[in-house]
């Protein structure tokens, strides 16, 4: 079985690619090209525009590459990562860790602060109680209880010149799905740049990265899902050097007596988040899209929109509890609705 180690396969966003049919007055024009994989437990796709098909086909690689690269050292479904070997001394010893695994605990307990703690990559323990994808079980409150002290955020102890990460309490665990794939998506599009690529769409999932746009188009379309209605969308929106990420309940979920239990948890009751049906961050990078949709999630509508209001270069489409769809102020005019 393909272990899951993000999210979903269907993503939250889904691009919406169009070929590029409007005038190129260069005499050669960019050679578009597209590739898909499954890494990361999702779905990856990468689109590439390109000088010439030899830099198409590097850049994709190049891509691929650093995802895959990143997985090793992030997924805790792999032994050797940065993240497992952390976590499995929790409460004993600092680990030495890459660059890029400092950089995204780092990242994360930015997000962790601008969200309140609703952002938290301390929920490891309370990601594998519940198991929603894999055992879908509801476990009991004194079992959720007797985790709480291990969900502390700021226990997390990172040192910037050592590169090491220390958990102090032994049984916390980190668990970087949250925001991990955001952050693959702005490293890939960073390596499909150094490779030639001149534009591009990284998609994880819902966790899309869109860099430059399509020849003779303006930037990259994408849609924004309906929570509760099977390919259907609510909104299309041009992304261009921008990121957009979506955390939903109707992807990783399961039903027990009419009630949804799905994979974004509350990092106070340790449950599943009741305030939202879905969560669309466009920012300029992934990892805060992706940080932010999982932190605005647990928030609610009200305060996570008031966030977004607060910070530049970040808005959002916000889906409540009971269905009503709000837009951030400096989204309103570029949305097209179906
Ligand atoms: P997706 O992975 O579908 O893009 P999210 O970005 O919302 O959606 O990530 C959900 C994942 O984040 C969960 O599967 C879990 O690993 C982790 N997670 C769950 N609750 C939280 C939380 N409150 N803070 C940080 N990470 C969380
Ligand atoms: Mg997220």
Known sequence: MMRAWFSGVIGGVMVILLAGCGTIRSTEPPVVGKRAQMHMGTLVSITTVAPTKAIAQASMDAGFHEVKRLEQLLSTWIQTSDVSQVNAAAGREP??????????VLRSLEMAG???GGFNIAIGPAVEAWSVVDDQRIPSHAELQSLKPLIDWSAIRVDRTAHTIFL???GMRIDIGGIGKGYAADRAADAMKKAGAIGGVIALSGDIKAFGNLPGMKGFSVGIRHPRQDGALVATIDLQDEAISTAGDYERYFERAGI???????????????KCQSVTVIATEG????????????LGPERGMALVERLPDVEAVIIDDRGRMTVSSGLRSRLRYP
């Open 95 to 104: 680990v030495a860790v890459g660059p890029e695994t400092l950089e995204v």
């Open 114 to 116: 601008l969200t309140e």
């Open 168 to 170: 102090p309490v032994r």
């Open 260 to 274: 949804r239990y799905h994979h974004i948890l509350d990092p106070v009751l340790l449950e599943p988040a009741r």
């Open 287 to 298: 990892t805060v899209a992706d940080g932010l949709d999982t932190g605005i999630f647990v």
